[in-house]
């Protein structure tokens, strides 16, 4: 071989790299470009446009932006992301890693216990949680606050934000751990012990640093984190349906309520496009904030 | 949190919170547990007035749960090890490489997970048919034409194991790839650089250093890929028709025996059977994930 | 180098491993299809079915029929849920690669695929066919589509009345005539209430029941209405009409005095507690139902069933505004044949097949629906079920309503009207308006004249 060893180099990561390139090409971004594409057109699975889709220009965007519906679903999905994404599974998954990787017996128990909510398919979690929430009087969190001396309230009604942000708290704690997980296992034990010599406190530990340490594993949940829980759809539409009046009608929701009766892929695909936008905004924010480079 | 001085107290706090979040996650399944033995489940908490196991035995008689268990285990199997494989390479790759298109790349890969499945399905199930047109008439032209059905369930894109694999593990591959290539960035390179020193001869002496140092990312992007695939309902029921092919989630639908009516305590059954498998891997992955390495560049 | 054409041999041997291990399980089970499909190229055809009971009572009546044509037929059991079932179909029959035969329902799904050019046209084989004279003229009105032709073709028959609690009316002295005009039934309401103090009549409405809201509830009530018809001659909806509002004004007094259960109904399942609990236990008194009701609600299919259920359970049909009566009958789930099926003519067929009597008594005994054909009636085993029969003697008496492209869309709108009007957020007016906002914001603003 005559070629100069950082050549080799840049050859053997394309080769390493190609497998993951095709697979990747041929399942997930022809597809996306298709769907870009068809955001363009009047595409339905039936009627009439099914078998004539016609190329329709930005009329599917007019038709969005002007919807109040679609404002309200961005908000409500904005609200819905930082509730249970940022602030709830991230908190409580990092807790949850940071308690485990200490010395703890049924350090099993705990894990497991924790894995489980995100071992059930979305349909099942959402009927689980319908048991919770819903019934007035018969769900079982009104019975629990009922032995405290609360009033039993149909709860997917009262607070149903609220709720759908618990629920996908609930189910999001395991990804955050294991993640959060992995990403502290990179620290080595010799930059605590340091620390530790030099005098430093459990919380300037912490803050000073086990945080920055884990700033990239930290970008990459809120990225992946935000762009899973804007695409969720089963789990709040078997509990709410969206409602009551559109309080929980998050993007996937307003898709499907308003492209399901006519199938009418080409304004679904619109919004979709849009929300890939809205992330990718979302993205740049992340990294600039985290001061991560990719 | 972490320091000497504080042990007890500190050993209290994370125990009171692991046990509250422990309820918090636990609670909810008890309805599960319990409507899957119980008679007359229904969609609330009960304490059952009488035991039956009738649920899970209608799950392997009367359908074929065991099969779609099996079916399930051999196409998230293979994704997973497909993923990790591929991901392992392509995330080092990632790490190491200076390339201009990196930075766009993985952003897309990542940010094309917004887009709802609902919206990709459609042009992805047209992919498949055509290649899957051609692929039948490699099988064809290479098995007797009585095993032809049997070789498209395994080769077949359209209702067969292997379009439905690659489908998942192009599904998982993004996450995979962002989160060895963070492990990867996070790994000083200086244990590449004292093997290929000693004479790494080949990549070989690099595998038994890197794959080792690798294992808590390899471990977290294989567990997440496993947990994801084995949840994923709408790539099967796309591109699954034949009975013999269901997977697990499919068994699922089964409890809607009408458009009006849940048999819950099926429902919570399978529910039951289906953790099973995520728990179990998570169990297996755990190990790994908190491996930290030791000794090495002083050594 | 070397290593990693080792590491992808090895990954690529556990793959081939698994795979093996595939093939083995598969083989075992496929056996028996291998040797039938390979003695004489006998020719498979595909139907899509879901639904549990339905399945039952297609693979009842698969075994005759695969005799009688000498084909193989192969049930590809689709998800339960209609719109999952719709979605995968839909798919399937966009990229060209559907079953050759599946149900679609004639309000919201057959005009669109029609339209889209999914299904094959049958006209010629139906007409042709010797069931079509014992027909009932409902089955064919509602067969046809707008364009003349027919596309797909119903063996079995929605029929919905009002259905009450003959025994516990006749214990609390209220009459069990059969009402004569809305008045007459709200007035029977509230004496039902004032006599017994429990809820009197159920109509579904909400956004959780779904479609049910209109094809179980509203729907009953338009043929005796002051807009007998929703759908216009040129496709348009006539939902603007005084009728539409008067409906919504019976919805709302039943509401306003609390004739009707409304907690149960904003919840999940909202028929859960009113139909299955409230029904059989005698605090609902009388709700809107199917002939399946005998059968799976409150028969011998039902967990929770009425004693002596057809004693006790009595019907009436749904009373007109000021007088008459209807009985609505739809279509329960029309076959029709894919258009790009590659056995066009075996397809036609089986799916004339499954309109034969035989076949249609076995639906009506597992499903509790109406068979479509008059000769029906002579079948022995049908006459076994004897819910059944007078309901099928008057079937010729009853109406249907005509469908339009989008249709569903309205069920949807009536939805969100009644929604309305159950949180008590607006008056009849106001509901209606919803409705025709709602179809015109999803259909455009000529659909609704």
């Known amino acids: 071989m005559t070629m100069t060893y950082e050549t080799r180099m840049v050859w053997q990561n394309r080769l390493l790299l190609a497998p993951a390139l095709v697979l990747l090409a041929c399942f997930i971004l022809i597809p996306a470009g298709a769907a870009i594409y068809i955001s363009f057109t009047n595409e339905a699975l039936s009627g009439f446009a099914a078998s004539h889709p016609q190329f329709v220009g930005l009329k599917n965007y007019v038709r969005l932006f002007s919807d109040a519906g679609f404002w309200n679903s961005l908000i409500v999905t904005f609200a819905f992301v930082f509730g249970s994404s940022i602030v709830g599974q991230f908190v409580l998954g990092l807790a949850s890693a940071l308690a485990l990787s200490r010395p703890i017996r049924f350090r099993r128990v705990f894990n497991a216990a924790i894995l489980l909510p995100n071992a059930v398919p979305e349909v099942v979690a959402g009927f689980i949680w319908i048991s919770m929430l819903a019934g007035g009087q018969y769900s079982t969190l009104s019975r629990i606050v009922g032995l405290f001396g609360f009033a039993p309230q149909n709860w997917l009604e009262s607070v149903p934000l609220l709720m759908i942000i618990v629920v996908n708290t609930w189910r999001g704690i395991a990804f955050a751990m294991i993640l959060m997980t992995s990403g502290l296992s990179a620290v080595p034990a010799e930059v605590y012990e340091a620390a530790r010599m030099d005098g430093a406190t459990p919380q300037q530990i912490f803050w000073r640093i086990t945080l920055p340490l884990l700033r990239p594993t930290i970008f990459l949940y809120m990225l992946v984190s935000t762009a899973g829980t804007i695409a969720i759809f089963g789990l709040i539409y078997t509990l709410t349906r969206g409602g009551p009046g559109g309080a929980t009608e998050i993007i996937g929701i307003y898709i499907y309520n308003q492209s399901f009766t006519a199938y009418q892929l080409g304004y679904g695909s619109a919004v979709a496009v849009i929300m890939l936008g809205v992330s990718v905004a979302i993205g740049a924010v992340y990294a600039r904030v985290l001061k991560v480079q990719v | ?299 | 180098m070397k290593a990693i054409v080792l590491r992808a041999g090895v990954t690529v041997g556990l793959i081939a491993g698994a795979i093996l291990a595939a093939i083995v399980i598969s083989r075992a089970g496929m056996g028996s299809r291998d040797t039938a499909n390979s003695g004489a190229a006998t020719l498979t055809i595909r139907i899509a079915e879901h639904q549990q009971p339905r399945i039952d009572a297609l693979n009842k009546a698969i075994p005759r029929i695969e005799k009688q044509l000498g084909v193989i037929i192969e049930v590809v059991e689709y998800p339960a849920p209609e719109k999952d079932y719709l979605s995968k179909l839909l798919t399937e029959l966009g990229a060209g690669n559907a079953p050759d035969l599946f149900t679609a329902n004639f309000d919201s799904d057959v005009p669109d695929m029609v339209s889209a050019g999914y299904l094959a046209p049958i006209t010629a084989e139906v007409k042709a066919w010797d069931g079509y004279r014992q027909l009932f003229d409902v089955a064919k009105k509602l067969s046809t589509s707008a364009d003349g032709q027919i596309y797909a073709l119903d063996s079995m028959l929605l029929v919905q009345q009002l259905y009450y609690r003959r025994d516990l009316l006749d214990k609390a002295g209220i009459s069990t005539a059969q009402p004569t005009s809305w008045k007459d039934l709200l007035d029977r309401a509230r004496e039902i209430k004032a006599k017994t103090g429990k809820y009197a009549l159920l109509l579904p409405a909400g956004i959780s029941w779904g479609p049910g809201a209109f094809n179980e509830g509203f729907a009953l009530f338009v043929p005796g209405s002051k807009t007998p018809q929703i759908a216009n001659d040129d496709g348009s909806l006539n939902l603007n009409g005084e009728g539409v509002r008067d409906i919504f004004r019976l919805y709302k007094t039943l509401i306003d005095e609390d004739l009707m259960p409304i907690q149960p109904l904003l919840g999940p399942e909202p028929w859960m507690i009113p139909k299955y609990t409230m029904f059989p236990a005698g605090d609902l008194m009388v709700t809107t139902c199917g002939t399946w009701c005998y059968i799976y609600d409150w028969g011998k299919g039902s967990r929770n069933p009425v004693p002596e259920v057809t004693k006790n359970v009595g019907t009436w049909a749904v009373p007109g505004m000021d007088g008459g009566a209807s009985v609505t009958i739809s279509g329960s789930s029309p076959w029709a044949v894919n258009a790009k099926s590659a056995h066009l003519d075996v397809a036609k067929k089986v799916l004339l097949a499954l309109c034969s009597v035989d076949a249609m008594v076995d639906y009506a005994g597992l499903i509790g629906n109406i068979p479509a054909r008059k000769d029906a009636a002579d079948n022995k085993d049908f006459q076994a079920l004897t819910e059944l029969v007078p309901v099928l003697e008057n079937v010729q008496n009853g109406t249907f309503l005509r469908s339009a492209p989008g249709y569903s869309v309205v069920s949807e709108g009536v939805a969100r009207a009644t929604e309305a009007l159950l949180r008590r957020q607006t008056d009849a007016a106001g509901a209606q308006a919803i409705l025709v906002k709602y179809v015109n914001d999803l259909l455009g603003d000529n659909a609704v004249r």
Request: proline share 6%; net charge positive.
């Open chain 2, 1 to 299: 949190m972490i320091g000497m001085r504080k042990f007890t107290r500190g050993e209290a706090t994370a125990y009171g919170y692991l046990t509250a979040t422990l309820v918090f996650c636990l609670l909810p399944f008890l309805w599960v547990v319990l409507a899957s033995i119980d008679p007359n489940a229904s969609q609330f908490l009960a304490f059952p007035e009488g035991i039956t196991a009738d649920h899970f035995i209608k799950i392997f008689s009367a359908n074929k749960g065991g099969r779609w268990f099996f079916n399930s285990l051999v196409t998230v199997g293979a994704t997973t090890a497909i993923v990790v494989v591929v991901g392992g390479m392509g995330g080092y790759a990632l790490s190491r490489s200076e390339a201009w298109w990196k930075r766009p790349f993985l952003y897309a890969i990542i940010l094309v997970r917004v887009l709802p499945p609902t919206a990709i399905i459609v042009p992805l199930y047209k992919v498949m048919l055509v290649a899957n047109g051609p692929m039948g008439a490699l099988v064809r032209s290479i098995v007797p034409p009585d095993s032809t059905r049997s070789a498209m369930q395994i080769f077949g894109f359209v209702d067969g194991y292997l379009g439905l694999i690659l489908v998942l593990s192009a599904m998982q591959l993004p996450l995979a790839l962002w989160i060895i290539k963070t492990y990867f960035d996070l790994t000083p390179r200086d244990y590449e650089e004292a093997a290929l020193m000693d004479g790494a001869n080949g990549f070989q002496r690099m595998r038994r250093i890197l794959v080792p140092l690798a294992m808590p990312g390899l471990s977290a992007a294989g567990l997440l890929c496993f947990i994801g695939a084995w949840g994923d309902f709408l790539m099967p029921l796309t591109f699954i028709s034949s009975a013999e092919l269901q997977l697990l989630p499919i068994g699922l639908f089964r409890a809607f025996q009408r458009a009006t009516r849940v048999d819950y305590g099926y429902l919570c059954a399978l529910a039951m059977l289906y953790m099973l498998p995520a728990v179990v891997a998570f169990g297996l992955a755990r190990r790994f994930l908190v491996q930290t390495f030791t000794g090495g560049i002083k050594g």
